[in-house]
């Protein structure tokens, strides 16, 4: 409505609305290394493809004279509210698309109520994505590293810091063959845009001989051992429960038997994901994976789903094949690139509109009356 209103008045939207056009709309005022380091993916990038002919493949059959002219897409995860069920997906490096990253993504991600995921590899400090989140919801994602203090540390200040849930994730042990950033030998951590959160924690540093300050390579080469090359196995969850006592989401589950063994080890919920295509060249869809991976889990434990969701309808066709939320990725981060937190903001208050237009011209009021029959497949 705030739209057509102020087109009334000859003003027209600051930025596209039509969210398939972003992707070039922040390629035209990236560089080309962090623009094909976003927009990327594994190999011959047939996961990122494979994502998107997922939502393809399902299609919404909306029904008529339902009354749902009075929306409510208020979830509630872990006990809280939330005013939709769309959350910012964590995303590294942010710094290489605008100087304020992750405090303009906290502002935007607060000023609408939506959660924020706070990377392990941000470009800015645990405490100082705080501060600009100020009230918000704010969960932090943990790339778990091989150092057990280190892991307490990060994990202690996340928590200091008002980080209410954890997500972990476990698809990205180490990088994938990625063509457009090998080509470019371009790694951003490498310069230093995604190690804040290392460099600034005191038990990284007490690891090292002299302070990042003096020594930036030998840091950074400590870092990559760190967060590379280390899997903890399904055995070593409970290290993760003694040192976090709020839920904790297990990220990257693309199998039935890996969620049910994610339950059974007592975790509070899942992201069904691929990683946006980045780490298996070849994967299958992650929308394909979710209704088995939702029927495993039953109500044991909150399942949440991310992985080319690009429009409102994509939202509806996930809640529907039983995700509880959804999480917003690359579509946020054009919006972080062409506008700052103004950006980001436009970008997500945009599919929240168009996730509840959507909602209800399909014929229903709530996400939880949502389910696989209100789809059909072909
Ligand atoms: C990511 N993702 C990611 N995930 C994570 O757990 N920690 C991280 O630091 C990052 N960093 C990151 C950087 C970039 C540039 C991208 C595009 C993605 C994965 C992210 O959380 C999410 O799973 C995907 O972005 C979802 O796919 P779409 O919707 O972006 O295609």
Redesign the pocket.
């Known amino acids: 409505n705030e739209i057509y209103l102020q087109g009334l008045a000859g003003q027209t939207p600051p930025m596209t609305t039509d969210l398939a056009a972003l992707e070039e709309a922040a390629a035209a005022v990236l560089t080309p290394e962090a623009f094909g380091?976003?927009a990327g993916g594994a190999g011959t990038g047939a996961t990122?493809r494979a994502?998107r002919d997922a939502f393809e493949r399902w299609k919404i059959v909306p029904r008529m004279l339902t009354d749902a002219t009075d929306r409510d897409l208020t979830t509630t995860l872990f006990g809280a509210e939330i005013p939709a069920p769309v959350l910012l997906?964590?995303?590294?490096?942010q710094s290489i698309v605008h100087p304020e990253a992750e405090l303009a993504t906290a502002r935007a991600a607060t000023g609408l109520g939506v959660p924020m995921v706070l990377?392990?590899?941000a470009s800015h400090t645990i405490e100082q994505v705080a501060a600009a989140s100020g009230a918000g919801t704010r969960w932090f994602?943990l790339?778990w590293p091989s150092d057990p203090d280190v892991c307490a540390s990060i994990l202690a200040r996340a928590r200091k810091a008002g980080f209410t849930a954890l997500?972990v994730?476990l698809d990205?042990w180490t990088l994938a063959w990625r063509p457009r950033d090998l080509d470019r030998a371009y790694l951003p951590f490498i310069r230093n845009e995604g190690t804040a959160i290392a460099m600034s924690d005191p038990a990284f540093r007490a690891r090292l001989q002299k302070p990042p300050e003096e020594d930036e390579a030998t840091a950074i080469l400590h870092w990559i051992d760190l967060f590379t090359g280390t899997d903890h196995g399904w055995g070593q969850l409970p290290l993760l429960r003694e040192l976090w006592d709020g839920p904790i989401l297990l990220?990257g589950i693309q199998h039935a038997d890996d969620a049910r063994r994610a339950v059974d080890a007592g975790m509070d919920g899942i992201v069904v994901?691929n990683?946006?295509?980045?780490q298996v060249d070849g994967a299958l869809g992650a929308l394909e994976a979710l209704p088995g991976i939702a029927q495993a889990v039953g109500d044991q434990a909150e399942v949440l789903f991310?992985?080319?969701?690009r429009t409102g309808a994509d939202m509806v066709k996930a809640l529907a094949l039983g995700a509880k939320a959804v999480?917003?990725?690359?579509p946020y981060?054009y919006g972080l690139a062409l506008g700052g937190e103004a950006g980001v903001r436009h970008v997500v208050r945009s599919l929240l509109a168009e996730l509840e237009l959507t909602l209800g011209l399909a014929g229903h009021r709530t996400p939880a009356e949502l389910s696989p029959s209100v789809l059909r497949r072909g």
């Open positions: 380091y976003i990122m994502n997906a964590p995303i590294g490096v990377s392990s590899a994602q790339y997500v994730t990205t990220k994901s990683h946006g295509g980045r991310d992985s080319g969701v999480l917003l990725g690359r981060v």
